[in-house]
């Protein structure tokens, strides 16, 4: 490849063309030739095509079978339809905990304390070694983690894994106490530190946690927003916007927008989006409010999953669908067709299919 006018295309252009392939197609693009071959090890590559992904949001729910023990993963894109792919790669029966930019930090089933990383596009996946953490300091009430956290930061190329709950002592209930355990990809290992928290967690809340501004996001059940600050460490609360209430058959949700964060609230006949435009003065902006008229049967079981500024995904018990914004119509894209043993919004979270390495 050259930039010589002689029928050729500019190796820009070459770049530009692969980094919107799909991943499964830029890697089969690999076998051409000696530098396609080097482009998935190549950072400015990486990051061109990482950055043009980021912008293609999709859904990501676990379709489980009320006959069968085994379940399917299956990615909902508004472009690109619907595809199914297996965590087997990871040769172990695994829950999905989070998700950010394209990795997934999965928990293993039958052995507690076993967490991965992993990248399903790619199926490069990382085992994180097991926290320093005493037999007889556990999590509050069943052992596990109350909230599970990913950070995944575009421009460095690194991640921290964040678990944190309640502490009980061997035989005693939980007094409060906050254990927070945060992974760094780069060094390899684990730090802790100890915090007190009042909060109770919905299983929708613990799984909307929303990665911005270098911190984690998750909504509380006492109308507030719990933030971790992964620079300093510190937890602090951040207020919603003043408009937005629960109760009266209200629901609020907590999801990203655009590299924004983003509250939705639904009622029986409307459906409201805030952006947090000013991080630091937290300064919410009601930016649409849709009507739930067409989708007026489905309002009680319908939970959002991920949005753009052009589309937002929500799901119900057996369905997936799409609003576009722009032309204020709803669509179906995705249904199950028989019994599932839980409702895809139970296992639902969004997704976006990168090339991110999780080394």
Not at 122 to 146: H, I, N, Q, W
Not at 224 to 246: A, F, N, Q, T
Not at 333 to 340: E, F, G, K, R
Request: charged share 20%; hydrophobic share 40%; proline share 3%.
């Amino acid at each position: 490849m050259n930039s010589r006018g002689d029928g050729f295309f500019p190796d820009e252009v070459i770049l530009q063309i692969l980094a919107r392939l799909p991943v499964k197609s830029l890697f089969m693009c690999k076998t051409v030739c000696k530098l396609w071959y080097r482009l998935s090890a190549d950072k400015y590559f990486v990051q061109l095509y990482n950055d043009l992904s980021v912008k293609n949001l999709m859904v990501l729910v676990e379709v489980s079978e009320a006959s069968d023990s085994k379940s399917r993963l299956i990615c909902v894109d508004n472009l690109s339809g619907v595809s199914e792919f297996s965590l087997d790669f990871l040769k172990d029966r695994v829950k999905i905990r989070a998700s950010c930019n394209g990795l997934l930090c999965c928990s293993s089933i039958p052995d507690k304390g076993v967490y991965y990383v992993c990248n399903p596009m790619t199926r490069e996946f990382r085992l994180l070694p097991r926290s320093r953490e005493r037999p007889v300091t556990r999590f509050y009430p069943d052992g596990e983690a109350t909230l599970v956290g990913l950070a995944c930061c575009s421009s460095s190329q690194k991640f921290n894994v964040v678990l944190a709950g309640y502490h009980r002592s061997f035989g005693h209930r939980s007094d409060g106490t906050f254990i927070c355990l945060v992974f760094d990809s780069e060094l390899n290992r684990w730090r802790k530190f100890v915090s007190f928290q009042d909060d109770h967690f919905t299983h929708m809340k613990r799984n909307q946690v929303v990665f911005v501004n270098g911190s984690l996001h998750w909504l509380t059940g006492s109308s507030c927003i719990l933030v971790l600050d992964l620079h300093y460490d510190i937890w602090r609360k951040m207020s919603l916007p003043g408009e937005v209430s629960y109760g009266s058959g209200n629901r609020i949700y907590l999801l990203e927008s655009d590299g924004c964060l983003s509250v939705i609230q639904i009622s029986d006949a409307w459906l409201n989006i805030w952006v947090l435009k000013d991080y630091e003065r937290e300064e919410w902006h009601l930016a649409d409010r849709v009507s739930l008229r067409c989708v007026r049967g489905l309002v009680p079981g319908i939970f959002p999953i991920s949005q753009t500024g052009e589309y937002v995904f929500l799901a119900t018990h057996k369905q997936v669908l799409v609003y576009q914004r722009k032309k204020r119509v709803w669509k179906v894209m995705y249904s199950v067709n028989n019994s599932s043993a839980l409702p895809l919004w139970f296992s639902a979270h969004a997704f976006r299919s990168t090339i991110f390495s999780c080394y």
